[in-house]
């Protein structure tokens, strides 16, 4: 049942009613198709982000969580700030729809400057849930990123899925380009390509291989420049030595994994250097001496076993 402006109920801008009627709505995720109502958009994130932290697709579940009502198993905390994230952002799509603006990744994160995503309402949610199962799988993002950061890595996924229609030299050229940028800030290419990996599965299950498109050789290319200087072995071994000289003192999970695969890209140009991932790891400020010495130790070892 695809919505757009044509069908869409006329609402109120800034009617607080009219923000709960469109999310509570959308909590049957019955929606299909193109969307190009950015209210509606807003909405379908939203509620798909509650799917995630709540780990219930069932309507009843979604409406509590909406309401501030309690859901076994959820942090409620995490849920609110969802719940009230969403409800701004469907408020400021609701602005969007009276004047006429179209779709674009600021519907569901303003700082994004306003890029592409994919408008396909089952796809939507296919990338909210890779981004969101990527975030959890990896606590490094949280830790660093926030709220910021589940944001954009809810548009960087929509945006990916657009990208499955181009020729699998052009999708490999925007995601390198990805890589770099986000590499720079700190997060390793390695991330962007288990990413890309868990997008795929999602993508598979709700629209079929066609729709995966050329995602898989650009997250088998990103793969494929890492092993050339860190292979598969050599990030769990990064793991292992971080693990035995820390063990529950570690800043953050998978802390070896993340200095090899910055490691990785150092060595294959993707940066400069992996200052922006290792100075955040051993910032005096947060962590002790001792862990400091600890892992630039881990890191060498990682230097001399690379490629």
Not at 95 to 123: C, F, H, K, M, W
Not at 239 to 259: C, F, H, I, K, S
Request: net charge negative; glycine share 8%; no cysteine.
């Amino acid at each position: 049942m695809p919505l757009t402006r044509k069908n869409a109920r006329m609402t109120t801008p800034d009617s607080a009613d009219a923000v709960t009627e469109l999310l509570l709505a959308h909590v049957d995720r019955a929606t299909t198709g193109p969307l190009d109502d950015p209210a509606v958009v807003a909405a379908v994130v939203g509620v798909e982000r509650l799917v995630v932290a709540t780990g219930s697709t069932d309507a009843h579940v979604l409406r509590d969580a909406l309401a501030g009502r309690p859901v076994a198993g959820a942090d409620a905390g995490h849920v609110a700030d969802l719940v009230a994230e969403a409800r701004g952002h469907v408020a400021a799509g609701l602005i969007r729809r009276d004047s006429g603006q179209s779709v674009d990744a600021g519907v569901v994160n303003p700082a994004s400057g306003g890029y592409e995503i994919t408008t396909d309402a089952n796809l939507l949610r296919a990338a909210v849930r890779a981004a969101q199962g990527s975030i959890d799988a990896m606590p490094y993002y949280g830790a660093r990123y926030g709220a910021r950061g589940s944001r954009f890595a809810t548009t960087d996924s929509a945006w990916l899925i657009s990208l499955a229609r181009l020729g699998s030299d052009r999708a490999i050229h925007q995601v390198e380009w990805l890589a770099r940028v986000l590499a720079a800030r700190g997060m390793p290419s390695w991330l962007l390509e288990i990413h890309l990996d868990a997008l795929v599965a999602e993508v598979r299950a709700v629209a079929g291989e066609d729709a995966v498109g050329s995602l898989p050789a650009a997250a088998l290319a990103l793969a494929a420049v890492r092993r050339r200087h860190v292979d598969d072995d050599l990030l769990r071994a990064a793991d292992d030595w971080a693990d035995e000289a820390l063990g529950d003192a570690l800043p953050v999970p998978r802390a070896g994994a993340l200095m090899a695969a910055a490691v990785a890209d150092l060595r294959a140009g993707v940066t400069r250097d992996d200052s922006s991932l290792v100075d955040w790891l051993t910032d005096p400020a947060r962590v002790p001496e001792t862990v400091v010495t600890a892992l630039l130790a881990v890191r060498q070892r990682i230097l001399d076993q690379a490629l």
